[in-house]
Structure formats: structure tokens, C-alpha cells
């Protein structure tokens, strides 16, 4: 059996309790050595082999399954975040199918949610954004012609971005291109959650500037949009004079 496990966006007391168990249960470990917070690793039973994915290929990551597979072992493919976003385990899961070999996916806290929690932020305010667009910089790996990052903008959502803090000046210029003004709020949240996690505000004109004054290169998220400002409605749910299923307002 293989446990696909989202580990979280980094402190390891954020992995799920099911995923903590799973770990803990585990005859074989395979974790993105890059991202994943080497801590988790620490409550490992006895015995337990670990490899670090991040100079593996899919192909030596599968052997290494198929082989646990056959001796009878339990292996989990730990993952950063959650599996689900930018994780790579559709094609791992693929191949398993093809191989016989049963898995689940436990999910995990996403280093977008960390990132929010890092900036003391609500990314759906009212009045401002209802919408989250996750997304990333085309870089060396493209991505679908619809979904450009100038076209993402052109929504005015509120927008986090995976993968792109070694592209920012490239970030900043399709970003306007889009629609955003070059004082839009911005943040670049590095190592969210982790113990030397830094938030970084700034526009979206001067995201680069930003990263460059701190050294920021890579493991950090970019979030743009007015959720980061001062101005919003306040929320209906919880409005006196607002009338829902559970309360009676007082207006009429």
C-alpha cells in the first residue's frame, strides 16, 4: 500500500493527524527532500528506509515503490502542502494503477492557506474579491495558452502564485499587462510557517525589488490583490440586521 500524504507548508506540527499516524506507521518513506520540513521525518518508526525524492526520477521513485510493494511493506510519498497542487501524483498514481498496487491520498494544509495565516489575512472579503486564483509564471515548464498569467490577471481576483519568485520581473509585467495598477498590494511570503518565515509587502511593481533587497529566490509564495489593503464591507453572516437561516435580523 501506498499513502500519498500532504505534509503540510511546513511546521510539523500542521501535517494532518491521519497523516502523522500514516508516517509514523511507515515502512518506507519517499519525501521532496527540497520543501518538505526534514523534522516530520523525526517520529520515523525503527528501521523505517528514506529517500529523498528531490535528485530522484518518476521512474526511480516507482522502483522503489514496486519494490516495497512486492517485500510487503507500507510506503508513504510524502509530499509538501497539499499533494493535490503542483504535487506531481497523478502520474505516480497512473503508474501504480498499471503496477496493481493500491494507495489513498491524505490531504494537507496548503502553503496558500500558511501564507494567509503568515499575513494575518482573509483572501475573500467582501466587496473586494470572492475569488482565489492559484496559479504560476510560465518558466522552463509552459503553461496552457488560456491560462497566462496576464489572462489570470485580467480577473482582478485575488492571486497567489506557486513556482514564480525566480521570475518576478516577468511576474510584475504580465500582472499589469492584466489589468493590475503598479500600486496594487502585493506580499511575498517566504518559508511560510517554517521557524525563519519572513513576509516581505510591497506593490505589484515592486516585487522584484523586493526579492532582490532580501534575497529571496525560491520557497515563497507571491499574493496580489486588495485583500491586503484596508478597505472591505463588512460580512452579511454576522450583520444584525441581516436576516438567514439560522438568525432573524432586525431589518424590515
Known amino acids: 500500500m501506498v499513502h500519498f500524504i500532504g505534509a503540510g507548508p511546513g511546521a510539523p506540527d500542521l501535517i494532518t493527524l491521519r ?5 509514523a506507521e511507515a515502512d518506507v518513506i519517499i519525501y521532496a527532500g527540497s520543501l518538505v520540513n526534514p523534522a516530520l521525518l523525526e517520529g520515523r518508526k525503527e528501521g523505517c528506509a528514506v529517500y529523498d525524492s528531490a535528485s530522484m526520477t518518476l521512474e526511480e521513485v516507482l522502483s522503489v515503490m514496486e519494490k516495497a510493494e512486492q517485500e510487503g511493506k507500507t510506503t508513504v510519498r510524502l509530499h509538501t502542502g497539499d499533494p493535490s497542487l ?3 501524483i497523478r502520474e505516480q498514481m497512473d503508474e501504480l494503477d498499471k503496477m496493481g498496487v493500491s494507495y489513498d491520498v491524505t490531504p494537507g494544509v496548503s502553503s496558500f492557506s500558511g ?3 503568515a499575513l494575518n489575512a482573509e483572501y475573500t472579503l467582501p466587496d473586494v474579491s470572492q475569488s ?9 515548464t509552459p503553461v496552457p ?10 480577473h482582478g481576483c485575488t492571486m497567489v502564485l ?9 511576474v510584475e509585467k504580465e500582472l499589469m499587462k492584466g489589468g493590475y495598477s503598479p ?13 525563519d518565515q519572513k513576509v516581505y509587502r510591497c506593490t505589484v511593481s515592486t516585487l522584484a525589488q523586493t526579492a532582490k533587497a532580501n534575497h529571496v529566490t525560491k520557497t515563497a509564495l507571491i499574493t496580489v490583490g486588495g485583500f491586503l489593503g484596508t478597505e472591505y464591507e463588512r460580512s452579511k ?3 444584525p440586521t441581516f436576516t438567514h437561516g439560522c438568525r432573524k435580523g432586525t431589518e424590515g
Open 115 to 117: 501564507a494567509a495565516a
Open 132 to 140: 482565489v486564483i492559484i496559479t504560476r509564471m510560465a518558466g522552463r
Open 183 to 195: 500600486d496594487t498590494p502585493a506580499a511575498i511570503v517566504y518559508k511560510a510557517t517554517w521557524p
Open 237 to 239: 453572516l454576522y450583520d
Open 162 to 170: 506557486f513556482l514564480s519568485t525566480g521570475l518576478l520581473e516577468d
Open 86 to 88: 503542483y504535487g506531481a
Open 145 to 154: 495558452e488560456g491560462e497566462a498569467l496576464a489572462k489570470m490577471a485580467s
Open 19 to 23: 497523516g502523522a499516524r500514516l508516517l
